[in-house]
C-alpha cells in the first residue's frame, strides 16, 4: 500500500470518504526513541499518543474526571474512611496474590512502576467510592429488588443449536419419547462445540440476563420438558429448563443494583458538571 502523504484511503462505492494517511514511514528514523535505541523511556506525552491511537484515551479521560468526582463528593458529605480499612484491603490483595512479605510486595510495586503511595491512594480511591455509593444508594437497595423482583429469577439452562429444522424436529421427538436425552443430543449434535463439551449448559442465567425475544419462551417452559424448536439466525434452538429459581437478594445483587446506581449518578453529575 502506498503510504504517502498524497495517498487515500477510497471505497469502491461511489462518493464514499477518502482520508488521507500520513506519511508515517518517512518519521521513522526522526524518532527520538529510534535513533537512541531507547524503548523504555517512555513520557507522559507518549503514553497520552498512545492512548489515542488505541481509542482508550477518551475513557482514560472519563475515569480521571470520575475519580475527582467521587473525591469531592466525599468531602461534601464528610464521608470518612478509617485506616485500618484501608490497610485491611491492602492485607487482603498481598494475601491473594502470595505476596506475603514486605519485600515481595516491594518487588511486585517496583515491577509495576507503582510507588507505595500510589498504591495506597488507589486503594484508598475504590473504598472511597464504594463507601460514597452506600451511602447514597444502600438504603435503596431492598425496595429495587423487591420492585424489579422477576427481573432476577433465575434459570438452570440448557440449549441445544442445530443447522436443520428437520434435524431439530427429529431430535425434539426423540428427546420426548425418552430414545435420546436432552444432554446426550447437545453433547453430539449442537453446532457449538463448547457448549457439546458441556452437554448444552448455558449456566444459572438471570431473566435480565436473557435475550428478550427468548425470555418469555424460557420462563414459560416446563420443567425438564424439551421446547419445540425455535428458529434463529444462527440455527434451529431446542430449549431445556432443569429447574427454576427464585429470586433471592444475594450480596453479588446487591452489588449489582447499587453499581448500576452509582454509574447512572456519576454520569449525570458530570454531564451536570459540563455545562455548568
Known amino acids: 500500500m502506498n ?40 513520557t507522559a506525552d507518549d503514553v497520552v499518543h498512545f492512548l489515542k491511537k488505541q481509542f482508550k484515551y477518551q475513557h482514560t479521560c472519563y475515569s480521571i474526571s470520575s475519580a475527582r468526582l467521587i473525591r469531592q463528593a466525599v468531602l461534601d458529605r464528610a464521608l470518612d474512611l478509617p485506616e485500618t480499612q484501608v490497610q485491611q484491603e491492602a492485607d487482603r490483595y498481598r494475601h491473594e496474590n502470595g505476596l506475603e512479605h514486605a519485600a515481595d510486595t516491594l518487588n511486585w510495586l517496583h515491577q509495576q512502576q507503582v510507588t507505595p503511595e500510589e498504591w495506597e491512594e488507589g486503594i484508598r480511591d475504590r473504598l472511597l467510592a464504594d463507601r460514597l ?23 438452570a439452562l440448557y440449549q441445544l443449536v442445530v443447522p ?12 420426548e419419547e425418552s430414545e435420546i436425552s436432552f444432554y446426550e443430543a447437545a453433547h453430539l449434535y449442537d453446532i457449538d462445540i463448547e457448549r457439546r463439551r458441556k452437554c448444552g449448559f448455558e449456566g444459572i442465567l438471570a431473566r435480565w440476563q436473557i435475550e428478550p425475544s427468548l425470555s418469555p419462551v424460557i420462563f414459560g417452559a416446563q420443567v425438564q420438558q424439551v421446547t419445540q424448536p425455535i428458529q434463529r439466525d444462527d440455527g434451529y434452538h431446542l430449549i431445556w429448563v432443569e429447574e427454576f429459581l427464585e ?18 449518578w456519576v454520569l449525570s453529575e458530570l454531564n451536570h458538571a459540563r455545562h455548568l
Open 3 to 42: 503510504l504517502s502523504a498524497n495517498s487515500s484511503i477510497s471505497d469502491s462505492t461511489e462518493g464514499r470518504l477518502s482520508l488521507p494517511i500520513p506519511n508515517v514511514t518517512s518519521n521513522l528514523h526522526r524518532d527520538r526513541f529510534m535513533e537512541e535505541k531507547n524503548y523504555f523511556d517512555v
Open 133 to 155: 455509593s452506600q451511602h447514597l444508594f444502600g438504603r435503596d437497595i431492598e425496595r429495587v429488588f423487591a420492585e424489579n423482583r422477576s427481573n432476577y429469577e433465575s434459570v
Open 164 to 175: 436443520y429444522e428437520q434435524l431439530a424436529m427429529e431430535l425434539f421427538y426423540q428427546i
Open 247 to 264: 429470586a433471592t437478594l444475594t450480596e453479588t445483587i446487591s452489588k449489582e443494583i447499587m453499581d448500576n446506581f452509582f454509574q447512572d
